[in-house]
């Protein structure tokens, strides 16, 4: 078959014994990767959210009409002037991770340390010294009111409007003072309000075709999930009338077993205002469901298809199922509502969604000889370093000391091979910093990758690290894995342990 991938029918590949990793030619696109070893055996039900984890969106597309959409709020409803309908939204200007400083009006990247590596001001790449002043000397409190963490796919259409309003005022119209803080909470409140009001969600509704990418293995993968045993469940903050929509668009009729997709879950909660659900008590309510509304006078005693359900707690569900915690896992996009608050507040385990993979690992090994280079060049770096450190050292020492083996050695002859040296490290740094923008160029023209900051993993990528059992590019990979997996992580290594 050279190389061929054979997709198996959806009537056989519950019955597959094999992991299809295995047997078939997976790319690394659709893996699901390890931080935390999980028996998949051991797991007896499986969660699911809704909006970009099940709902896989057009990114472009939705995006580009929430900051239409935001526009249109801030110009109407809170005053801002009419140039702001000429701005065109830039999807790469922004990626998940960075942090907005409503004092300031800038946003920036930071590594696992809390240190800020780059940082924009409007779309202007603040210098090394002007980055290093505002940020080196501050400890940097995500919690506290002066920033905010973009760490969702429906937060990156603000983050991009902040920037072009600073832009626009600033550059356009020549505003000398910007209440930032005010500006941001005004985007907030419109995009919030976008929400609400539904205006963003019954676009969608109307054109789902346009707005959510179909995903033909997704169907196939919750018949597996549920032929080997295992319940399944909706857990979402989106309410009943989108969920019933949206869902049914994404999976009635597409399996013959399957002809509504209510049939793939066990039970289904809307409205669930996650991370409430995970840190506060709040009873379910339940809904009719054919027409949404609250069914008045329903003593819960169990969680089931007669109805949907809104609202709830962890508590309560957990009361409900008689299902330990670590035999549950929750699978999400978000990694603070979805993933670090289950993983603190309860012991279900985690998978996290996340669709920038597939272009990361598609860059990354685009870019696998410049990634070599990179690091033989760190390492000559380090080398030429401990040399000129070294060489100084000697060049401070009195004739007749004896010291590393060398007495009375010619100190301008030193001196002459320390000023080599360090045009030789200037060379070097100089070609580094080339290869370096090359592989972050091919990842995201301003921030590079998603998961990495400098030579250190991003602030995301450790929480994706930290937090995230497992993760993955989409729902529909755990297709391609045995019920029966054993995801087992990767031996982690410390400095010294690499030599």
Same mark, same amino acid.
């Given at each position: 078959? !050279?190389?061929?991938k054979?997709?198996p029918?959806?009537?056989t590949?519950s019955?597959q014994?094999?992991d299809f990793t295995e047997?078939y030619?997976?790319s690394?696109?659709?893996?699901i990767?390890v931080n935390?070893?999980?028996?998949?055996?051991?797991?007896?039900?499986i969660g699911?959210d809704m909006?970009?984890?099940?709902l896989?969106y057009?990114?472009?597309?939705?995006e580009a009409?929430?900051?239409k959409?935001?526009v249109?709020k801030?110009?109407?409803?809170?005053?801002?002037?009419?140039?702001? @309908?000429?701005?065109?939204?830039?999807p790469?200007?922004?990626?998940?991770?960075?942090v907005?400083?409503k004092k300031?009006?800038?946003?920036?990247?930071?590594d696992?340390?809390?240190?800020v590596?780059r940082?924009?001001?409007?779309?202007?790449?603040?210098?090394?010294?002007?980055?290093?002043s505002l940020?080196?000397?501050?400890k940097?409190r995500?919690?506290?009111p002066?920033?905010?963490w973009?760490?969702?796919?429906f937060?990156l259409?603000?983050? =991009?409007?902040?920037?072009?309003i600073?832009?626009?005022?600033?550059?356009?119209? *020549?505003?000398k003072?910007?209440d930032?803080r005010?500006?941001?909470e005004d985007i907030?409140?419109a995009i919030d309000?976008?929400?609400?009001d539904?205006?963003?969600?019954?676009?969608i509704?109307s054109n789902?075709?346009?707005?959510i990418?179909?995903?033909?293995?997704?169907p =196939? +993968?919750l018949?597996k999930? %549920?032929?080997a045993?295992k319940k399944?469940?909706v857990?979402?903050?989106?309410?009943g009338?989108?969920?019933?929509?949206?869902m049914?668009?994404?999976?009635d *009729?597409k399996l013959s077993?399957?002809p509504v &997709?209510?049939?793939?879950?066990?039970?289904?909660?809307v409205?669930?205002?996650?991370p +409430?659900?995970?840190?506060?008590?709040?009873?379910?309510? +339940?809904?009719d469901k054919?027409?949404g509304? =609250?069914?008045e006078?329903?003593?819960?005693? +169990?969680l089931d298809?007669?109805f949907i359900?809104?609202g *709830?707690s962890?508590s309560?569900?957990e009361?409900f199922?008689?299902v330990?915690?670590?035999?549950?896992?929750?699978?999400?996009?978000?990694?603070y509502?979805d993933i670090?608050?289950?993983?603190k507040e !309860?012991?279900w %385990?985690?998978a996290?969604?996340?669709e920038e993979?597939?272009e990361?690992? *598609?860059?990354?090994r685009?870019k /696998?000889?410049a990634?070599?280079?990179?690091i033989a060049?760190?390492?000559?770096? !380090?080398?030429?370093?401990?040399?000129i450190?070294?060489k100084?050292?000697?060049?401070n020492?009195k004739?007749? @000391?004896?010291t590393e083996g060398r007495?009375n050695?010619d100190?301008?002859?030193l001196r002459?091979?320390?000023d080599?040296?360090?045009?030789?490290?200037?060379s070097?740094?100089e070609? /580094?910093d #080339?290869?370096? !923008?090359e592989i972050? #160029?091919?990842?995201?023209p301003y &921030?590079?990758?998603?998961?990495?900051?400098g030579?250190d993993n991003?602030?995301?990528?450790?929480?994706?690290e /930290?937090?995230a059992c497992l993760y993955?590019?989409?729902v529909?990979?755990f %297709?391609?894995?045995?019920?029966?997996?054993?995801? #087992?992580?990767?031996?982690? &290594?410390m400095a010294?342990?690499?030599?």
């Amino acid at each position: 078959m !050279s190389g061929q991938k054979v997709e198996p029918s959806a009537a056989t590949i519950s019955n597959q014994p094999m992991d299809f990793t295995e047997k078939y030619h997976l790319s690394p696109q659709r893996k699901i990767f390890v931080n935390r070893n999980l028996r998949f055996e051991q797991i007896q039900m499986i969660g699911f959210d809704m909006d970009y984890t099940l709902l896989k969106y057009r990114k472009q597309s939705i995006e580009a009409l929430s900051y239409k959409l935001t526009v249109e709020k801030l110009i109407k409803q809170y005053g801002y002037p009419p140039e702001l @309908d000429s701005m065109v939204y830039d999807p790469a200007f922004v990626v998940r991770g960075l942090v907005v400083d409503k004092k300031t009006g800038n946003i920036f990247k930071m590594d696992h340390h809390n240190h800020v590596g780059r940082v924009y001001h409007g779309r202007r790449l603040l210098s090394r010294e002007e980055r290093k002043s505002l940020y080196r000397n501050a400890k940097i409190r995500l919690s506290g009111p002066r920033y905010h963490w973009i760490d969702t796919m429906f937060a990156l259409p603000e983050a =991009v409007l902040y920037a072009d309003i600073i832009d626009l005022f600033e550059l356009r119209l *020549g505003r000398k003072r910007i209440d930032f803080r005010q500006l941001f909470e005004d985007i907030r409140g419109a995009i919030d309000e976008c929400h609400r009001d539904d205006s963003l969600k019954s676009v969608i509704r109307s054109n789902f075709a346009e707005f959510i990418e179909e995903d033909p293995d997704l169907p =196939v +993968a919750l018949h597996k999930l %549920r032929s080997a045993g295992k319940k399944l469940f909706v857990l979402t903050n989106s309410y009943g009338p989108y969920t019933q929509a949206a869902m049914s668009h994404l999976l009635d *009729g597409k399996l013959s077993e399957y002809p509504v &997709w209510q049939n793939y879950f066990d039970f289904t909660i809307v409205g669930a205002s996650k991370p +409430a659900f995970f840190n506060e008590d709040r009873k379910f309510l +339940a809904l009719d469901k054919t027409t949404g509304d =609250v069914v008045e006078n329903v003593e819960i005693t +169990a969680l089931d298809r007669q109805f949907i359900f809104q609202g *709830g707690s962890v508590s309560e569900f957990e009361r409900f199922i008689d299902v330990p915690g670590e035999e549950i896992l929750y699978v999400g996009d978000h990694i603070y509502g979805d993933i670090i608050r289950s993983k603190k507040e !309860s012991l279900w %385990r985690t998978a996290l969604v996340l669709e920038e993979m597939e272009e990361e690992i *598609g860059v990354a090994r685009q870019k /696998r000889d410049a990634q070599s280079q990179l690091i033989a060049l760190e390492e000559e770096r !380090s080398m030429l370093e401990h040399e000129i450190t070294q060489k100084k050292l000697l060049s401070n020492v009195k004739n007749g @000391d004896e010291t590393e083996g060398r007495a009375n050695f010619d100190k301008k002859q030193l001196r002459l091979e320390i000023d080599i040296s360090k045009k030789e490290l200037r060379s070097l740094i100089e070609q /580094r910093d #080339r290869v370096e !923008s090359e592989i972050d #160029r091919a990842y995201n023209p301003y &921030w590079g990758s998603v998961f990495k900051e400098g030579n250190d993993n991003s602030c995301f990528g450790r929480q994706v690290e /930290r937090y995230a059992c497992l993760y993955t590019s989409r729902v529909s990979n755990f %297709r391609f894995y045995s019920p029966v997996q054993y995801f #087992r992580s990767p031996r982690h &290594w410390m400095a010294h342990e690499k030599l």
